[in-house]
C-alpha cells in the first residue's frame, strides 16, 4: 500500500532535539482542494487585534477570531481533513481488526463560520463525502458560539459539548484504540492557554493512533515567551515535544503573525502535504521552517554568528562539515 521514496538530499542532522523520523511519499490519491471551504473561531477577546467584532441579529456580539489568511487555513484544513480520512479508512480496510470508527475531536470548535466555513461545517462535508463511521466532538467554553453552532451544523451524530477544556477533554479519551484527529485552533498562545492539554490527552494507549493538528500564530508564542513576567518558560519545540508523536509536519508561515499548521503522528509514512509547504520536521526544509517558527530573529542571527565563530570542522574525508539550518 504504501511506497518507500526516501531523498537523501534532505537528509541532515536535527539541532531541535526531536525524534528524527524517515519520511516517505504516500501513494493514496490525494483529494483536490475545494473552494468553498472556510471558518473562524470565537473569543470574547476584544482587544486581540486578530478578532473581528460582528453584530448578530437579536442584539448579541460574536467577536470572531479571523484574519486575512483564515480562508487560505480553511482550505488548507480541508485538504489535510479529507486525505487523513482517505488514509485511515484505507489502513482499517487492510486490517480488519481494527476498529471501523473514526475519532474526531474539535477541541476549539467556535460558531460555525459566516462567510467563511467553519471547521466543524468542513467535517461535516467530509464525513457524509465519505461515508465516515464517526461521532466528532464539538467542542466549546462560549456557549454563545456552540449555540449558534448547533443550529448551522446538521450532524445528528456530533456530540456537543460546553465547557472548560482542561475538564472536558480527559473525559473524552476513547476506550478502544481507533484512529482519528484532533483538530486544535485557539485563539491566543494555544500551550500556555492550555498548558499540558495535548500531552496529557496522548498519555492513553487508546490515543497513540489519534493524530494531532494544530493552528497556530508562532509570533504570539514568542511574544508571550519574551515578554518580562510571563509564566511561559518554554518554547516551541519543547511544547512539542511533550506531545507523544514521532513525526511532526510543520506549514511554512503565513503572514507576519507567522500562522502555521502543525501535524503530528506516530505513522513514519505519512505524507508531507509539500503542495501546502508542509515539511517533515527531520527534512532540510522543515528544520528551517521550524528554526524560524521557535526562535526571534535577532535569537537566529546570534546563532548563525555563535556558528561562523566556530573553528570548522572535517569530516572523514577531509571535507567542511555542513552548518546546521537556520
Request: glycine fraction near 6%.
Amino acid at each position: 500500500m504504501y511506497q518507500n521514496h526516501k531523498d537523501n538530499s534532505e537528509q541532515n542532522h536535527n539541532p531541535t532535539g526531536l525524534n528524527s523520523v524517515g519520511f516517505f511519499a504516500f501513494c493514496v490519491p490525494l483529494p483536490a482542494i475545494s473552494h468553498n471551504s472556510s471558518v473562524s473561531s470565537v473569543s470574547n477577546l476584544k482587544h486581540n487585534p486578530n478578532i473581528t467584532i460582528q453584530k448578530l441579529g437579536g442584539g448579541v456580539t460574536f467577536f470572531t477570531g479571523r484574519s486575512q489568511y483564515t480562508s487560505l487555513k480553511q482550505k488548507h484544513f480541508e485538504y489535510i481533513l479529507n486525505t487523513h480520512i482517505e488514509i485511515s479508512k484505507q489502513v482499517q480496510k487492510n486490517n480488519p481488526w481494527m476498529s471501523s470508527k473514526y475519532f474526531y475531536a474539535d477541541i476549539c470548535a467556535g460558531d460555525g463560520g459566516n462567510d467563511v466555513a467553519g471547521s466543524p461545517v468542513i467535517f461535516t462535508k467530509a464525513q457524509a463525502n465519505h461515508s465516515l463511521n464517526c461521532k466528532p466532538y464539538f467542542i466549546d467554553h462560549n456557549a454563545l458560539s456552540l449555540g449558534r453552532l448547533k443550529r448551522i451544523v446538521e450532524n445528528d451524530s456530533a456530540i456537543f459539548l460546553c465547557d472548560n477544556h482542561a475538564d472536558v477533554i480527559p473525559k473524552i479519551v476513547p476506550r478502544q484504540i481507533q484512529m482519528g484527529l484532533v483538530y486544535f485552533d485557539p485563539n491566543g498562545d494555544p500551550f500556555n492557554n492550555y498548558p499540558l492539554l495535548l500531552s496529557n490527552f496522548y498519555s492513553h494507549m487508546s490515543t497513540k493512533r489519534i493524530d494531532c493538528l494544530l493552528y497556530f500564530s508562532a509570533t504570539t508564542i514568542k511574544r508571550v515567551f519574551n515578554a518580562p513576567g510571563t509564566n511561559r518558560k518554554w518554547g516551541l519545540i519543547d511544547d512539542m515535544k511533550r506531545i507523544d508523536k514521532k513525526v511532526w509536519l510543520i506549514r511554512e508561515p503565513f503572514g507576519r503573525s507567522q500562522w502555521s499548521f502543525l501535524f503530528g503522528t506516530n505513522y513514519t509514512d505519512f505524507p508531507e502535504f509539500k503542495k501546502l509547504g508542509l515539511h517533515n520536521i527531520t527534512s532540510r526544509r522543515g528544520q528551517s521552517v521550524l528554526t524560524q517558527l521557535n526562535y526571534t530573529s535577532r535569537q537566529i542571527k546570534e546563532m548563525k554568528m555563535k556558528i561562523f565563530q566556530m573553528p570548522k570542522q572535517l569530516d572523514l574525508f577531509g571535507n567542511n562539515m555542513e552548518v546546521p539550518c537556520l
